[in-house]
């Protein structure tokens, strides 16, 4: 279960333990580009040029089913050529599995198709592609093509990572990145056993109110955010008041705002923290 996001007052750093260190990537830097895709693949060549040229060395696309599968004859010509461009430019490639065909929508109904899918263009590319992204914004019914549905993409999400792994236990599954930080959504999915079925949570933090921080529940959107200093690099996201909250109450509870206090977000009522980085 993920837990609420809460915040309280900071009292004492002493003895403070962070979450241990996540996985970094030595070349951190992408962009989603649908370079595998008919109307953006005259420009690939020259896109992952002007990448390469920025230092970006991410490229996200979709390697759509539609596009492979044409009533029985599968075509993977346009991702080879792809494939080859974007090795020239030393460009890595994180593909996204996604979406239906005409005769098998939606595609959480047609498993045993999804899977052929899955399973064809994952063992042609297993060498080249280590990272498989199923789905994009399956919260969103634009591209789920349905009622989004955390139980249907997670059995959706289950039949993907199964047929991955039979090919390489060692290729990496990404829960399909979400539009915007859906709670709800995620915590139903979990609650469906998603969490069995992926190695990357890839999700897409649209901050268009302000920073990420300002979507976390339960902290009014017109605080200032900053952070908080306790090693070199490891920080801790709080805020403060605007001077004219003093005093007043945040909810229903018996406590008030002080215009003086640095108030660090947790992550649940056992104060584990909501850490970041410098």
């Known amino acids: ?18 979450a241990a260190e996540s996985t970094v990537l030595n070349q951190p830097y992408g962009i989603c580009t649908h370079v595998s895709r008919a109307h953006e693949w005259p420009f690939a060549e020259r896109n992952f040029h002007r990448m390469q040229e920025g230092n970006i060395s991410w490229a996200r696309t979709d390697f759509d089913w539609s596009g492979i599968d044409k009533k029985g004859e599968w075509s993977y010509d346009h991702i080879d050529k792809m494939r ?12 996204i599995l996604g979406y239906d065909i005409g005769s098998a929508r939606p595609a959480w ?9 899955v399973r064809r263009t994952v063992s042609r590319y297993s060498n080249d592609y280590r990272y498989w992204e199923v789905w994009n914004e399956p919260n969103l019914h634009l591209f789920w ?4 549905s955390s139980k249907n993409y997670t059995a959706l999400l289950k039949r993907s990572y199964e047929e991955i ?22 915590e139903d999915s979990y609650a469906a056993g998603a969490g069995n079925y992926f ?10 109110w302000g920073t990420p921080e300002m979507m976390i529940p339960n902290v009014p959107k017109e605080v200032t955010w ?16 605007p001077p004219d909250w003093h005093g007043e ?8 705002f002080d215009k003086n206090t640095f108030y660090v977000v947790f992550l649940d009522q056992n104060h584990d923290f909501f850490p970041t980085r410098r």
């Open 1 to 18: 279960m993920i837990p609420k996001m809460i915040f309280s007052t900071i009292l004492a750093i002493g003895g403070l333990t962070l």
């Open 84 to 95: 080859d461009l974007a090795k020239k430019e030393n460009i890595n490639i994180l593909p």
């Open 109 to 117: 109904k047609h498993l045993d198709r999804w899977a052929e899918y």
């Open 145 to 148: 093509g349905d009622t989004p």
């Open 165 to 186: 792994k039979k090919i390489d236990p060692n290729l990496n599954v990404l829960y399909g990145g979400t539009a915007g930080v859906p709670f709800q959504y995620i």
């Open 199 to 208: 190695d990357v949570m890839a999700i897409h933090p649209y901050p268009w």
């Open 226 to 241: 900053a952070r908080f200093h306790i090693t070199g690099t490891c920080v801790l996201a709080g805020f403060v008041i």
């Open 249 to 256: 109450s945040p909810d229903d509870r018996d406590l008030t």
